[in-house]
């Protein structure tokens, strides 16, 4: 069992940055793949960003490539998301997730292949 609880979101102008953080519990974090998804008002919930297990792969929506970055620290049971020249569309919930295969190389991006979710963090752009 994972608990996820995300921090860091907030209201930023167009143009600024955030970073979030989802810390874990339990001593499994360190297997897991883990990835970010976000749910914009109106819209289905999509996915943002995934990382491997050691931390030695990762992938992105189109949408946030080049403005995103995903990491992990696996000594601390956290994974981040640093958020660059953010723009109104990127409001939205944002939630992390841990997808349950242990030691997976398969990145998934979808959120059916992920058990364990935050409660959700809000990140507001002003333009």
């Known amino acids: 069992q994972v608990q996820l609880v995300e921090s860091g979101g907030g209201l930023v102008q167009a143009g600024g940055s955030l970073r979030l953080s989802c810390a874990a519990s339990?001593?499994?974090?360190?297997?897991?793949?883990m990835g970010w998804f976000r749910q914009r008002p109106g819209k289905e919930r999509e996915f943002v960003a995934a990382?491997?297990?050691?931390?030695?792969?990762?992938d992105y929506a189109d949408s946030v490539k080049g403005r995103f970055t995903i990491s992990r620290d696996n000594a601390k049971n956290t994974v981040f998301l640093r958020m660059n020249s953010l723009k109104p569309e990127d409001t939205a919930v944002y939630y992390c997730?841990?997808?349950?295969?242990?030691?997976?190389?398969?990145?998934?991006?979808?959120?059916?292949?992920?058990?364990?979710w935050g409660q959700g963090t809000q990140v507001t752009v002003s333009s």
């Open positions: 990382i491997m297990w050691s931390g030695g792969s990762t």
């Open positions: 339990g001593r499994s974090f360190s297997s897991y793949n």
């Open positions: 997730a841990a997808d349950p295969r242990p030691y997976t190389v398969v990145i998934r991006t979808t959120g059916k292949d992920y058990n364990y």
